[in-house]
């Protein structure tokens, strides 16, 4: 299936090249950097493509399935706790890789089904899943003693869960991936994503889901539940989610309860925000550059990044509510096309945006 | 039985807190549909507002109870004027434009005063219920609720003003219709909702640590007990704050305050469930 | 015609295709359908008119499951439907085209068709769906367009396209002709009679030369009850008709 | 790693390394001194709910690494201080900690606040052999051979205060801590001096730092009716506490004592009704009477205004740890960290603001004063001094003389 099946000629080819171009950029990227940066370079790196990952998970469930969860981070959470208790007990990381991706799941399913099917609004679908990430934190953060433990896991509380082994080759476990390693491991996962949702977007389902973001009422009356629809966006958003945190969990080591936090939420809206809603490239730039200004701002001291962070969400929302990924590219295209004296036909800033 | 006495004596108080803290929100988000999530930063303005008036010599209670409502009023008539009224009828981007002006206050507070708690003394003393002491205080924060609370009935139900707000919350046409501009409405509505923000801040000051960060403890409160309580601003923020903070009081004190707080939310998250209306949306819907 | 049509107030069909009976829909101290019993025959064709707030586009909502009556209960080929969830009545064969134009305005018309066409379908069978739509309602020229773009009269076609692709038993369409010129009024007719070769239509309209172009049956509706049903020429000169109608609109 | 020399790409550094606070730069232009400089990092919280007491922490930081420029840097070579403000949030301490061993690659590491921010970086500077102070009045009980702990801990501090308590005040105490390691492990010190000295706990209440709301805890420490209340609450929102205990009347029924109270700016932001007679002890306090404590008072007033005035054990313990890794240096003749972890190891003394303070080479903690001090109208009311106490806690089961692999937090055996 290719994403040209049912789209508008033109558009179809700009999408498809920009898709390439995502592609041929990740993978540049993947093999480019670990002999282009230093180790903390890639380190840092790492830490961006884990942050990116979650951008695509939010940017999927509110750009594409119109499902507005405030509450991402409890997903983020849940995977990389998950990892961090899996792989303690178990040695072996693949295992855990999996309890990452399916534990975020498992809860999004039973959450989703008790906001779509109880026929919860969608602006109380924001506050719910706010409500629930913030209950998850208080409740993970309240678990320091030794007591709370999962087999050979503390939970730690506030703490968190410090040298939380890296991952490893399938079947060597006490061997985990160096700095390289888990940079490969990590940008290959995101590049594997992104091409899993563009497939996921470009199948049936994918049209459907698009299909009741636009308008709800009228997929029901051709035979689509949308309720069923917004479950399974909301539960593979988890689930990329999930491997987010898996990931983040690697970058440092480390895990603690500051991941459910409404900071976090907050900043993977900014990031979708940014980037583009309704484009997968644009969950990904938004998260560099943001994770980009929040360190700056830390080095500096000069800008307070609270304050940075709000100016930009202000900014962003009243300028470009679009974000920059559909602006930049709309300005792009039409450049090449006037270079190639053809008109820009037609509106383009809607169709190549996904 | 002290205990018990002691007892309901801190779920007046919790449902009294409750009540101030939601009471702009609700505001805002009953007449305009607004969901206001700088509503934390403006009480944390609010209590600011407090500190830093009783630094300056003026008498405590004029500090806590009349300059923080008509400062972080102001501040609230600036803020719809400059970001809000660009973003009616998109309810997400003024979720998101609020979001980023509660982000850029607690910036613009740190960098101006710095990250330090501070905090003024209380202005009563204590009494005691049996043998247990108790904070005179917490009668302060009991009839501020039930006065802001009176007050808002009053002015709803009384007043031109209240009349054209009722009329704009049922249909904003229809008041333009009548010659009403709901623009002004809009305006005043928000100022008025930062208004009583600003004032639960400065009533809460001297029980709570004033940080830039404080408002974050209460926003995620307040927006559920606004939704508990459904459109009757009034009646709902009442029934749904003495709901709530009976479970948070009761459930704090045979646990901790953070299984109280989960109680609390798990509560709310069940009732949106079971009545997406809130309760005022499915009961008592004639009320204010 | 190929297939006998059986209609007419005593001729009621052997076999009902949906068949409401006592239905009632109150909102609040409002009551706006007040026991209806309806029945429509299968590969019928019925208008049903009345005055605005006369509960026509309520009905409809009842009959596609958007609404669940207050009383009374609906049949679909003896099936029973009554509150039964949009999307499963619409599985069990009925379209609607509602009164506001209710499309995916962010998606090309060929999406739009697309997604209808496609619901449990082989990707060949849908695109020989979604070609052969688009071609009857000369939509080809547009399909790349995206649907919020279009104007008015020609979402109304995209709507009635992504009903038409979803291969319904029984179509709903509400106002079909509103907005339309003229000559987009008689083509509307045309393709309707055309639909009507096998499949049962139920269709609500206020313009009268248009229920006369298409109409054999008609089934007036006035406060939420129903006023008379009968041919179109008796309907339109039965005098009640005219009362109710009077100063909105002359037969 | 041979691919930092290859070429980098710029765009990718984000500008981190010029954001870098690089404070003694002017100084050692001016200097002349022409040695390539020997890198201090530093990780603490200037901003955020730590930040009240990080910032002083950091103003101490620059003040001592200017003393030792001045005195002509060490080894000939000037020190460069690289310095991030982590925000009191533990994904920076993790972010910073990698790009202080591994970009900036400093000699040394100084800083830390909370235990939680502790136990984050630890492993880190572990993993890249990268010499680490923690510089902060703690629970107590870190093993690590690359690890130094210049702060009291609760065998100097803790139990001076329950003594305190059982003597004055009686027998039954109710505990109300933060609800992480230190608070923890805190309350688990409290509970077997507690015991050692007769006593009992009555009850132990443990409350996230985000906590506000006491009042349900005020409820439930009056039902249990103790005879003292021992708080080891920590940071801005948790000050909310003493507020409302005061608010409720309880200052004149229930006396209090804490682990933590007074080490951020408690007695400048709260009123005196509030403060004052809470007992507290540590390893410094501003109010002390000796002359190295009131030179240490007004070296940093000169370089930082004359409203630093709430300087605490924190800030003497940040300058001890800076104090102490440059006299290994000195000693080492070296900045190679085996051979200053073995000049520390081998016995370092230096002068500190509350007098004579030797590092302990098989726990790595410091022998110190301590001292026994109250509030009282602002100011501090010392009791009791404690001179030379040793790190017990840790000093039972730590000896990293013998077993330098091992790497381990002890916490007390409430069993025993």
């Given amino acids: 299936m290719t994403p040209t099946v049912f789209r508008p000629s033109g558009a179809g080819l700009r999408s498809a090249a920009g898709f390439l171009a995502t592609l041929a950029l990740g993978l540049a990227l993947l093999f480019g950097a670990p002999h282009t940066l230093d180790t903390f370079g890639l380190v840092q790196c790492t830490g961006f493509a884990a942050l990116a990952m979650f951008g695509l998970s939010q940017g999927f469930v509110w750009g594409f399935a119109g499902v507005m969860s405030f509450g991402q981070a409890a997903f983020l959470g849940l995977g990389g706790y998950a990892y961090a208790v899996a792989v303690l007990n178990l040695g072996d990381s693949t295992l855990p890789v999996l309890c990452a991706i399916a534990v975020p799941m498992l809860f999004a399913a039973l959450l989703g089904y008790f906001m779509f099917y109880g026929r919860i609004s969608d602006a109380y679908i924001g506050v719910i899943t706010l409500t629930v990430s913030v209950i998850l934190f208080q409740l993970v953060n309240a678990t320091s003693g030794s007591q709370y433990r999962i087999g050979a896991a503390e939970l730690g509380g506030f703490n968190g869960i410090p040298a939380i082994p890296a991952l490893n080759l399938p079947g060597h476990p006490g061997e985990p991936l160096d700095t390289d390693g888990i940079w490969y491991a990590a940008m290959g996962a995101l590049i594997l994503v992104y091409v899993v949702l563009r497939a996921v977007l470009a199948s049936r389902f994918g049209r459907v889901v698009v299909a009741i973001r636009e308008n709800e009422t009228r997929a029901q009356l051709i035979g689509y539940d949308p309720r069923l629809y917004k479950l399974l966006a909301f539960t593979i958003a988890a689930g990329v989610a999930g491997l987010a945190g898996c990931l983040y969990a690697n970058w440092g080591g480390f895990i603690s309860p500051t991941v459910f936090g409404l900071p976090m939420s907050a900043q993977v809206i900014i990031y979708v925000l940014v980037g583009g ?55 792009s295209w039409r450049l090449i096309e006037r270079r190639a004296g053809k008109a820009a036909p037609g509106p383009l800033a809607t169709e190549t945006a996904r | 039985m002290d205990l018990a006495g002691l007892l309901a004596f801190n779920v007046l108080t919790g449902i009294a807190t409750l009540v101030l803290i939601t009471l702009g929100l609700g505001v805002i988000y009953g007449m305009m549909r607004i969901i206001n999530l700088a509503h934390g930063e403006f009480m944390m303005l609010g209590a600011y507002t407090a500190v830093m008036a009783s630094g300056a010599g003026v008498n405590i209670w004029i500090a806590m109870l009349v300059l923080p409502p008509l400062v972080v009023g102001v501040i609230g008539l ?105 623009n002004r409405i809009y305006m005043a509505t928000f100022a008025l909702g930062a208004a009583l923000a600003g004032l639960a801040g400065g009533i809460l000051a001297p029980i709570s640590g004033v940080s830039p960060a404080m408002g974050a403890a209460y926003v995620a409160r307040a927006f559920i007990t606004v939704l508990g309580g459904g459109p009757a601003i009034i009646t709902g923020t009442g029934l749904a704050s003495g709901l709530f903070g009976t479970i948070n009081e009761l459930v704090s004190f045979k646990t901790t305050p953070v299984i109280g707080d989960v109680a609390l939310l798990a509560a709310a998250i069940l009732l949106i469930r079971l009545l997406p209306q809130g309760i005022t949306g499915r009961y008592l819907r004639r009320s204010l | 015609m190929t297939l006998p049509v059986p209609t007419g107030l005593n001729g009621v069909p052997l076999r009902p295709l949906i068949e409401a009976r006592g239905v009632t829909m109150r909102f609040g101290g409002v009551t706006a359908v007040a026991g209806v019993d309806f029945t429509l025959g299968e590969v019928e064709l019925r208008c049903l008119i009345g005055p605005n707030g006369a509960g026509k586009s309520t009905f409809f909502k009842i009959l596609t499951g958007q609404l669940k009556p207050t009383e009374g209960r609906i049949a679909l080929r003896g099936t029973d439907i009554t509150g039964a969830e949009p999307h499963a009545i619409a599985r069990l064969g009925v379209g609607i085209k509602t009164q506001v134009p209710n499309v995916f305005n962010g998606l090309s018309v060929h999406e739009n068709v697309f997604v209808a066409a496609s619901r449990r379908k082989s990707l060949a069978r849908t695109r020989a769906i979604v070609d052969e739509t688009l071609t009857r309602l000369g939509l080809t020229g547009i399909a790349r367009r995206e649907v919020g773009q279009l104007a008015h009269g020609q979402r109304q076609w995209v709507e009635i396209a992504t009903v038409l692709a979803q291969e319904p038993e029984l179509i709903l369409l509400d106002e079909p002709a509103a907005g339309m010129t003229h000559e987009e009024v008689h083509r509307t007719a045309a393709l309707i009679r055309e639909i009507n070769r096998t499949h049962a239509l139920i269709v609500v309209e206020h313009d009268m030369p248009f229920i006369r172009m298409i109409a054999k049956t008609v089934t007036v509706f006035n406060q939420g009850r129903i006023l008379v049903e009968d041919e179109v020429d008796a309907v339109l000169a039965d005098r009640r008709v005219r009362d109710v109608y009077l100063g909105k609109q002359a037969a | 790693m041979t691919r930092g020399a290859m070429n980098r790409r710029e765009a990718l550094k984000l500008g981190m390394a010029a954001a870098a ?31 009240l007491e990080g910032k002083r922490m950091i103003e101490t930081t620059e003040y001592a690494v200017e003393l030792l420029n001045k005195a002509g840097g060490l080894l000939g070579r000037p020190i460069q201080l690289i310095a991030y403000d982590t925000q009191s949030t533990m994904q920076l301490y993790t972010q910073y900690a990698q790009q202080l061993a591994l970009k900036d690659k400093v000699d040394v590491i100084q800083g830390g606040i909370t235990s939680a921010s502790r136990e984050a970086i630890r492993p880190i500077f572990g993993r890249s052999k990268t010499l680490y102070f923690y510089n902060t009045q703690y629970e107590g009980g870190v093993c690590d051979r690359n690890v130094f702990c210049t702060g009291s801990t609760p065998a100097q501090t803790v139990n001076h205060i329950v003594d305190y308590g059982l003597k004055n005040w009686g027998k039954k105490a109710y505990i109300v801590a933060a609800d992480y390691n230190y608070g923890h492990i805190t309350a688990s010190w409290m509970t077997k001096f507690m015991k050692d000295g007769g006593g009992s706990v ?50 004149a029924k229930i006396p209090l004592a804490s682990s933590v109270f007074g080490l951020g700016d408690e007695l400048t932001t709260m009123d005196p009704s509030t403060t004052d007679g809470i007992v507290t002890c540590y390893g410094w306090y501003n109010d002390l009477d000796t002359p190295a404590s009131k030179a240490f008072v007004s070296g940093m007033q000169a370089k930082f205004g004359a409203d630093v005035t709430d300087l605490s054990e924190l800030d003497t313990a940040t300058y001890e740890g800076i104090m102490f890794w440059a006299e290994a240096v000195k000693k080492a003749g070296s900045v190679e960290r085996d051979k200053v972890i073995a000049a520390l190891e081998g016995g370092i003394s230096i002068e500190s603001p509350t007098g004579t303070v030797t590092m302990d080479g098989a726990t790595h903690h410091t022998i110190r004063n301590t ?46």
């Fill in chain 4, 371 to 416: 001292y026994l001090a109250r509030p009282k109208n602002r100011k501090w009311e010392i009791l009791a001094t404690f001179p030379n106490s040793f790190p017990a806690d840790t000093g039972g089961a730590c000896d990293l003389l013998k077993n330098p692999r091992m790497n381990k937090q002890f916490t007390p055996d409430l069993k025993g």
């Fill in chain 4, 21 to 51: 606070g690089t404070v003694s730069a002017p100084f050692v232009s001016r200097a002349g001194l022409a040695a390539e400089p020997i890198k201090l990092g530093s990780l603490l919280d200037g901003s955020g709910a730590l930040g």
């Fill in chain 2, 78 to 182: 600036v803020l719809e004027r400059t970001v809000i009224r660009f973003l009616y009828g998109r309810m997400m981007d003024t979720m998101l434009a609020t979001w980023g002006v509660s982000l850029g206050l607690i910036g613009l507070v740190t960098t101006l005063y710095g990250n330090v708690v501070r905090g003024v003394s209380t202005p009563v003393g204590s009494f005691d219920i049996g043998r247990y002491g108790a904070s005179l205080y917490s009668l302060v924060i009991m009839a501020t609720a039930l006065g802001a609370l009176a007050a808002m009935f009053g002015l709803l139900r009384f007043t031109k003003f209240g009349l054209i707000l009722r009329a704009t919350m049922q249909n904003p046409r229809m008041a333009a219709a009548l010659g009403v501009q709901p």
């Fill in chain 4, 202 to 251: 009555a009850g132990t209440d443990f409350f996230p730092l985000d906590v506000t709301n006491f009042s349900s805890a005020i409820s439930r420490i009056q039902q249990a009716q103790p005879t003292l209340v021992l708080s080891a609450l920590v940071g801005a929102n948790h000050s909310g506490f003493y507020r409302q205990w005061d608010a409720a009347g309880m200052k």
């Fill in chain 1, 277 to 331: 809603l309704g484009t997968l490239v644009g969950p990904m730039l938004g998260a560099v550059l943001i994770q980009a200004l929040i360190i700056t701002a830390g080095s500096q001291s000069v800008l307070d990044s609270n304050l940075g962070l709000g100016l930009v969400l202000v900014g962003f929302v009243l300028l470009v509510p679009q974000g920059l990924v559909p602006v930049l590219r709309g300005l």
